[in-house]
T-cell receptor, first 112, second 108 residues
């Protein structure tokens, strides 16, 4: 069964550094998303992406964040100048024409 | 705001039926998802409702009333492995807004 994959599974970085989180969505899906979940809190929407551009973003998704689809398979989230409060699980999701949104296993980001 | 409300915790007995309710704000509603999330893992897709009525998938069913801004997830023949957090999420435009989740504890 097709699935969303994410790398790395765990990323440790120092405050102020840049990180890139990578996702490979399900191959025939057209809509892509990033979410984050701080430990013990609810899942929060960051950004949605369709047709090579951002379709919607939340208040959290400020200039520190950017997304890119550099080729036909990868979808990346870049976080510039990381802060301690960026520590969270970051989930990528993709959705096809059936409107079923599937999540990847997540990347645990720890900022020290 | 787009608040999604669901109970914080529920406890049920193995083999029983449990219903987890969710209410949401109807303005801008596109559809409603239910996910299961075990601790430390990603949400797993359970169901998607866009029209009124009941959708059944094996032991799990999901109901939607668009006019009332109300949904429920029904779990039948509960098993110990069903102990998890159940997340109600509403699609508004191109974003998914999640509730805080309902922690379900299944006891033997």
């Amino acid at each position: 069964e097709p699935e969303v994959t994410q790398t790395p599974s765990h990323q440790v970085t120092q405050m102020g550094q840049e990180v890139i989180l990578r996702c490979v969505p399900i191959s025939n899906h057209l809509y892509f998303y990033w979410y984050r979940q701080i430990l013990g809190q609810k899942v929060e929407f960051l950004v949605s992406f369709y047709n090579n551009e951002i379709s919607e973003k939340s208040e959290i998704f400020d200039d520190q964040f950017s997304v890119e689809r550099p080729d036909g398979s990868n979808f990346t989230l870049k976080i510039r100048s990381t802060k301690l409060e960026d520590s969270a699980m970051y989930f990528c999701a993709s959705m096809g024409i059936e409107d079923e949104q599937y999540f990847g296993p997540g990347t645990r980001l720890t900022v020290t | 705001g787009q608040n999604i409300d669901q109970p914080t915790e529920m406890t049920a007995t193995e083999g029983a039926i449990v219903q987890i309710n969710c209410t949401y704000q109807t303005s801008g509603f596109n559809g409603l998802f239910w996910y299961q999330q075990h601790a430390g893992e990603a949400p797993t897709f359970l169901s998607y409702n866009v029209l009124d009525g009941l959708e059944e998938k094996g032991r799990f069913s999901s109901f939607l009333s668009r006019s009332k801004g109300y949904s429920y997830l029904l779990l039948k023949e509960l098993q110990m492995k069903d102990s998890a957090s159940y997340l109600c999420a509403v699609s508004y435009g191109n974003k998914l807004v999640f509730g805080a989740g309902t922690i379900l504890r299944v006891k033997s």
